[in-house]
């Protein structure tokens, strides 16, 4: 079963692809942008899920980082 909501490997140029329930949302390059991209998804206390492995799959990297690899 995948997560509703999939933060993908760190890119070339910095920043990682969000994807909410299969559709992708943009490219978050720190926390802040991921929680507007999942309020804009209609999860208005977004901050309190980014480390809930039920909620959110950091794929391909650390959480929270955006680092260019």
Do not use: C, K
């Amino acid at each position: 079963m995948s997560m509703p909501i999939v933060v993908h490997g760190l890119s070339r140029t910095g920043g990682r692809r969000v994807a909410i329930n299969g559709r992708i949302a943009g490219l978050a390059r720190d926390d802040r942008d991921l929680v507007e991209f999942l309020r804009r998804a209609g999860l208005d206390d977004a901050w309190a899920i980014l480390d809930a492995p039920h909620w959110v799959e950091w794929r391909g990297g650390r959480a929270h980082q955006y680092a260019a690899a």
